[in-house]
């Protein structure tokens, strides 16, 4: 029997609370539509689907004629499979892992460390830090996504410290009118000014600030039960965090960070040391195969309040300089590149039309791994023994220098997503 080298997978569901409930979340319904047998709770959260080799949630393999049982098992002992270049600058491991998130709650406020800083905190902290990897990622909308990313522009910083008294007050005068000088200053003395800012904030003391919460919260609720615009406040998301996490620090890093509103197919990009998090919506995350997190907020979990602030890119800009755009492969007008300014993953997205009934998915030198989110169609490949039946929720693990033959039975085309590393 030839080798077999694509094969389907079963992927772990993370059940975190703050994810969506039910059939309202993408994982959970893409979970239904793979498995008929799948018994969905109306009641729990299906937040997170992992597509990889974390050693906290290996997919396993859907093939009863491979003898290993899990995707990590089998590269370890198929090293060749990543490719030539992966195998390589990734000490034969899968440098990736490959998410759908769904989420209804926020997420905390977070930043994800650089290599040298995660060796060092997991050297230091092992239970809080449990590897030694850094963790780009990037967010793919699958329906309208929001979040927040990386520090606003001064003078957006600035206009929140004059228009929102209580987040003046927790800041305090001195360091706000520092901010306010450093406009249009010399770039270093804007960081430097904005990181005494969000470290005052972060370092001020349960009592106060949970009274200058407490303060704005009833101000901004009398305002919209009067019917007064509270955007300059950024009042609607302020009372939503607020009632997720009422009390908590979180809340005012709204005034510091961009607000990200993502359309189905646009993605952001977090980088090393960017605070970020997640609000509303469902998304593809790809990530470097890595669990750490340092948190800021909106978080029952460990806080890591030095480190994060010492962490910091505190250069300040624009909500759009963290969007990244797909390119259109010149080879294949189906094939949508997400292309991050780090070796570890690259995302295709790849829409196939109702008019095409034979499409192949390419061979290239990395292994990948592919989801479908719309569509149905029977798989074929040199490297799988048998027919393979692909539909909304399937995922197949594809080797490098490998491909699949799809024969589309859907009248609506294909979604599919395809996670690679293109060192």
């Known amino acids: 029997m030839a080798e077999l080298r694509v094969f389907p997978l079963a992927c772990p569901v993370q059940n975190y609370s703050w994810g969506k409930l039910g059939r309202d ?120 996504f929001e979040g927040m990313c990386g520090f606003r522009p001064v003078e957006e910083i600035v206009s929140f410290l004059q228009n929102v008294p209580e987040f003046r007050a927790l800041i305090g005068n001195v360091a706000a009118e520092q901010l306010e000088r450093s406009v249009g200053e010399d770039p270093r003395g804007v960081s430097a000014a904005l990181r005494i800012c969000f470290t005052r904030m972060m370092k001020s003391e349960k009592k106060v600030f949970v009274d200058q919460l407490n303060m704005l919260v009833k101000r901004i609720s009398q305002e919209a039960d009067a019917g007064k615009d509270t955007s300059a406040s950024c009042g609607e998301l302020l009372l939503r965090l607020h009632s997720q996490y009422p009390g908590d620090i979180g809340c005012f890093a709204i005034y510091f960070l961009n607000l990200m509103k993502l359309q189905p197919g646009e993605c952001m990009f977090l980088g090393a040391n960017e605070p970020h998090a997640y609000i509303y919506g469902d998304c593809i995350e790809c990530m470097a195969c890595s669990d750490n997190t340092v948190r800021a907020g909106l978080t029952p979990k460990f806080i890591d309040v030095l480190t994060l602030c010492e962490m910091l890119n505190y250069t300040p800009t624009p909500g759009s300089s963290k969007l990244l755009s797909p390119v259109q492969s010149r080879l294949d007008p189906c094939v949508y590149l997400y292309d991050p300014p780090v070796p570890d ?44 039946a692909v539909r909304r929720g399937s995922v197949l693990f594809i080797s490098a220098n490998e491909s699949v033959s799809l024969h589309l039975s859907a009248p609506d085309g294909m979604l599919l997503f395809r996670a690679c590393c293109l060192v």
């Not at 719309?374 to 027919?387: F, R």
Request: aromatic share 6%.
């Open 25 to 144: 979340s993408e994982v959970a319904s893409l979970l239904a539509s793979s498995d008929p047998m799948i018994h969905i709770e109306a009641s729990k959260p299906y937040a997170e689907l992992w597509m990889g080799t974390h050693p906290k949630g290996d997919a396993v393999i859907l093939d009863n004629r491979i003898p290993q049982k899990t995707l990590r098992q089998w590269i370890a002992d198929n090293p060749d499979c990543l490719g030539t270049k992966v195998k390589e600058a990734f000490q034969g491991q899968l440098p990736f892992l490959f998410k759908v998130l769904s989420v209804n709650s926020a997420l905390s406020i977070q930043a994800h460390p650089t290599k040298e800083l995660a060796e060092k905190l997991h050297a230091q902290y092992p239970e809080h830090y449990p590897d030694a990897n850094h963790k780009p990622e990037m967010a793919i909308a699958l329906t309208p």
């Open 345 to 388: 993953f690259s995302v295709m997205r790849i829409e196939i039309p109702s008019s095409i009934k034979l499409y192949l998915i390419s061979a290239i030198d990395s292994a990948s791994i592919l989801l479908v989110v719309q569509g149905t169609a029977v798989g074929t490949s040199t490297a799988a023994a048998s027919e393979m």
